[in-house]
C-alpha cells in the first residue's frame, strides 16, 4: 500500500508569484483535503476534492485553487503569493464511503520572500 | 464541529504510561473523538477514534467518559519517538463533513 506522497518537499518563491504543489493520494483513497499550517499553529483546512469536483471549503480567499484528477491525485495552487502565504502545506487522502479516516503526506514547506 | 481544550504541554518518563487529557464539553452525539499526533515537521498521523466506547488499537487506548463530554489517549509505554503535538479532534463522521478543525494541541515530551 502506497502512502501519500507530496511534491515538492520545500519551495523558495516571491512575493506576487503563483504556485502548484502536488499531491498522490493513498492508494484505494477517492478524496483529498489540502490543508496550511503556520509556524506554531495547527493545520487549517483550506479544501477538499472528491471525484474531481471540491467538496468543502476552509476560509481562504479564492486566489488558493486547486484540482483533482481522474486517478485522484491533486494540485493546490496559490496566485499572487504573500508573505503570510508562507506555511508548511499538507495534503490528506481519505475514502468517502469507506473509513473516512484521513492520512497525510509529509507536506510541502513554502518560503515566500 | 464541536471545540476541544487540551494542556498546551506535558512531560512524561520513557516506559511510562502518558495520559493525555481533552475536554470536548459541547459534544453531539453524532459526533466522534479522534486523535491524531505530529511529530516536528512531518504530517499529522492518525492514531485512534471512538464514539462512545472505549478503544484500543496498535498505537494508544482511548477512554471516553460516560457522559462523553471528555477523553483520555493512553500511551502505555511512552518511548522517545512519541515525543510530539497530540491534537484532539471532535468530527461528525460522514460524506461532505472530511474537515479536521485542528486546535493548538498538547506538546508532549518524554524524558529520557
Known amino acids: 500500500e502506497t502512502g501519500v506522497t507530496q511534491s515538492p518537499t520545500h519551495l523558495i518563491k516571491t512575493r506576487g508569484q503563483q504556485v502548484t504543489l502536488r499531491c498522490s493520494s493513498q492508494?484505494?483513497?477517492?478524496?483529498v483535503s489540502w490543508y496550511q499550517q503556520a509556524l506554531g499553529q495547527g493545520p487549517q483546512f483550506i479544501f477538499q476534492y472528491y471525484r474531481e469536483e471540491e467538496n468543502g471549503r476552509g476560509n481562504f480567499p479564492p486566489r488558493f485553487s486547486g484540482l483533482q484528477f481522474p486517478n485522484y491525485s491533486s494540485e493546490l495552487n496559490v496566485n499572487a503569493l504573500e508573505l503570510d502565504d508562507s506555511a508548511l502545506y499538507l495534503c490528506?487522502?481519505?475514502?468517502?464511503?469507506?473509513?473516512?479516516?484521513?492520512?497525510f503526506g509529509p507536506g510541502t514547506r513554502l518560503t515566500v520572500t | 464541529d464541536a471545540k476541544t481544550t487540551q494542556p498546551p504541554s506535558m512531560d512524561c518518563a520513557e516506559g511510562r504510561a502518558a495520559n493525555l487529557p481533552c475536554n470536548h464539553s459541547?459534544?453531539?452525539?453524532?459526533?466522534?473523538v479522534y486523535w491524531y499526533r505530529q511529530i516536528h515537521s512531518q504530517g499529522p498521523q492518525y492514531i485512534i477514534h471512538?464514539?462512545?466506547n472505549n478503544e484500543t488499537n496498535e498505537m494508544a487506548s482511548l477512554i471516553i467518559t460516560e457522559d462523553r463530554k471528555s477523553s483520555t489517549l493512553i500511551l502505555p509505554h511512552a518511548t522517545l519517538r512519541d515525543t510530539a503535538v497530540y491534537y484532539c479532534i471532535v468530527r461528525v463522521r460522514n460524506f461532505g463533513n472530511e474537515k479536521l478543525t485542528f486546535g493548538t494541541g498538547t506538546r508532549l515530551t518524554i524524558i529520557p
Open positions: 471512538g464514539l462512545k
Open positions: 492508494s484505494g483513497h477517492n478524496t
Open positions: 459541547t459534544i453531539s452525539g453524532n459526533e466522534y
Open positions: 490528506a487522502s481519505s475514502s468517502q464511503g469507506g473509513s473516512y479516516e484521513q492520512y
